[in-house]
């Protein structure tokens, strides 16, 4: 199983940027999202169920959407009104029998 991670650039506050998270090798059952921000540790961002139910971290509430295309393998984070604390690197996460597989991260700048 492999994930392929991409979308991430550089904003400005208020941006929006959409990351993908691109799987081959299987059909993922749950996909998350996390974040590091330097010096930061690796925190939660979203989790998209394989039954479809999705829980943001308290921060990205009301901002961030993630979702799925079944079709394709691949889950989005739609990321909307970046703030400078949004800056981090961004990571997927599937679950795929049982077992965890990350993505490499890719990184998201909001700066002016």
């Known amino acids: 199983v492999q994930l392929q991670a991409s979308g991430g650039g550089s904003v400005q506050p208020g941006g929006s940027l959409t990351l993908s998270c691109a799987v081959s090798?299987?059909?993922?059952?749950?996909m998350a999202w996390y974040r590091q921000a330097p010096g930061k540790q690796r925190e939660l961002v979203a989790v998209?169920?394989?039954?479809?139910?999705?829980n943001y971290a308290g921060s990205v509430k009301g901002r961030f959407t993630a979702s799925r295309d079944n079709a394709k393998n691949t889950g989005y984070l739609r990321m909307n009104s970046l703030k400078p604390e949004d800056t981090a690197v961004y990571y997927c996460?599937?679950?795929?029998?049982?077992?965890?597989?990350w993505g490499k991260g890719t990184q998201v700048t909001v700066s002016s």
């Open positions: 996460r599937i679950t795929f029998q049982g077992m965890y597989y």
């Open positions: 998209l169920t394989a039954g479809g139910s999705i």
């Open positions: 090798g299987g059909i993922f059952n749950d």
